[in-house]
């Protein structure tokens, strides 16, 4: 599939709107770039075809978004190709008027804020001779804890440097976190974000705990411009330049990498903006960060900054493929928690998600430090969502920086931490109190440092004192752990230890004993329970009245897309029900189309609840997408429930999130519908607008009936039988209330009373 092949090496060379004016010395920055372009217009377009895609490429000058593909994009294109949009028919917004005069405000700016005294350097953009100066700088004022190296040199002979931060001392055996920014030339926050990461370091050491103990542990090497000569050019004369300055055409050294090297998301072709190179590593840059990293061996951790969309991405980039469990869940929590930090300290909100959701990409600098040397290994988007693009406001750097300092502290923390425990279900908030109540623990850690056997879960029931157990190993750093059966009502507190090779012990939570987790003893049944591996067990897809055409639901081992999962939930498992399980040809082949389709559940019984002492507790793992193709967010998915089998409906959730992953949901059926013992469920999937593109999937369906029955004469629910209890039967008795009528004759008569004293004096 085609996806991505723009060109701005077309646009100059065929001789578009651009003029040029040749005198202007390299690394003298005036505000007179040599290329222009004046009426060239920032656009949002909505691409609904492959055809509508190629031929907008091929009149952009260059495609600014970091998705390529159906759907909406950003693309810059010279002054005459927008009214050629209309046209075609071809729907579009102009975001900015004139790129130039974007480009001309963002000189004035900086040149207005080299001459301001009371700003940073984390308040302007800086060009390539300035950030080497200033590096060097930072290195010589911390003489202890920095020393630059180069990377690596450019085609045009610039040198690659690297700053190595880490603690006095024998530094030579400790792990290091790599992290580099600018490989695209026009990203340029992207380079001050690790200039301020590689300061906040330097300035930490001694003064901030947290820094001082991570550089004892490890080191971290910052290579702030992996591209210096794409990076000149961008400061001399093409603001928009992404790639190296090979051949004058350049190659994207984000394509360049040796990991699945050639493949979707990349090009053969030089005028492309993905173009990938004539081989893997064939280009200076690429191959001298390798070598360095590989003679380093190092390395256990490793960032690739970029701009713009605010996305914390994870691998694989070059297929719709996951990591392992064990590792995918560990790149989804620190993921997931850099995410959290970035909003902890004020900044904007990022989203954490696999590389090949957002699309697939070949030949990437982070696949390869996963792939080739088993890294930690992110790529992260700043700033902004496309308001401004790669023309961010030089008054957003700072804050770009801040929001990003504390997610790479954790990042580092957790990268060089010897272990790190989590758990992959979730920390259960309730236990049985019949039998153990089981859940999963995942131990992983950067390199083998786990000491085997000393994984522990330590448990308290009510007052009583902490008690310790040992993990059970279910293999791939997975173990299972049992909180105890208690009686009813009792809270349990636990919390899970474990120990590292060197000797360390790791907490979850980290305070462990004096802020455990929590879980209540209650009485609990399955009342119903389907991981869809064993049959269609009495669902149904597909009700009377459904309209789709394609896209029905069906009970599958789903093929993933950018819209639907390639695995279902259940861990053991495969099958889940999905709308269309096949991948097909494009995003669009299989999705759900021209109206609804419907998954009804089987009938369930959920009768045990319905006196109110017992919760009936509805559950299920749900997948919904409608965020990509052509008419993007025009749909929902109603989802329902009955409590008489499918008479009557009541809204549980309209689904309109697209979290592009399973999300657990689970509703006590009392807040909707009266638990009767004639539930049923149902998720209508549907297609209402034109061309959107919606998919949906669902898994482990579960029905638990929980809670702390009362002893049927214990009135007020307290666990005694005393005068009060009385008060309240005679009391309903009284006023006719059902509470009192204990053989549910609808009389409230002699017999009632006898069957509560009764009770009541053998209770
Ligand atoms: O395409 C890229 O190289 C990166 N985006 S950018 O807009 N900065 O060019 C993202 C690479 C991450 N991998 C995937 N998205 N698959
Ligand atoms: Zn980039």
Redesign the pocket.
Known sequence: MRR?VACSAVFVSAGLAVTSSAQVAPELIQADPRIRVDGHQLVEVRVNTQEQLDAVVAMADTVW??RVGLGLLDVQFPPAAVAELSKLGIAHRVIHEDVQALIDAEWAEIQLRNQQRDISWYQNYHNYATVITYLNALAAAHPNLAVIQSAGTSIENRDIPAIRITGPGDGSQRPVVFINGT??AR?WVSTKVVMYIAESLLNGYGSDPRVTDLLDECEVIIVPIVNPDGFVYTWTNYRLW?KNRRGGYGV?L??NWDWFWGGE?SSGSTSSD?YRGTAPFSEPETAGIRNYVLANGRVVAAIDY????QLI?WPW?YDYVDPPADDLARYTAVGVQMRQEMLNAGGVSYTAQS??N????AG?A?DWFYGAIDALSY?I?LRDTGTYGFELPASQILPTCQENWPAFLYFAEQAIRPITISLPGGTPASASTTTTTPFQVLISSAASTYANGTGQLHVRVGNSPFTTSALTPLGNGLFQASLPAASCGTEIDYYITAGSTDGRTVSLPADGASAPFSAEALDLTVAFNDNMETGVNGWSAGVAGDTATTGQWQLADPQGTAAQPENDHSNPGTMCWVTGALAGSSIGAYDVDNGYTTLLSPRLDASEAASGDMQAILSYWRWYSNDQGAAPNEDSMPIEISNNNGSTWTPLELVTQNANAWVYREFNIADYVTPTANMRVRFIARDLGSGSIVEAAIDDVRLEIRGCACYPADMNCDGTLDFFDVQIFLDAFAHHNPSADFNSDGLYDFFDVQIFLDLFSHG
């Open positions: 991505f978004s970091d490989q695209h990203e992404r994207d984000n394509r998301g993905v970029h701009s713009y969309s991405l980039s590389s090949y957002l699309y697939p990409a990437v982070s790529t988007e």
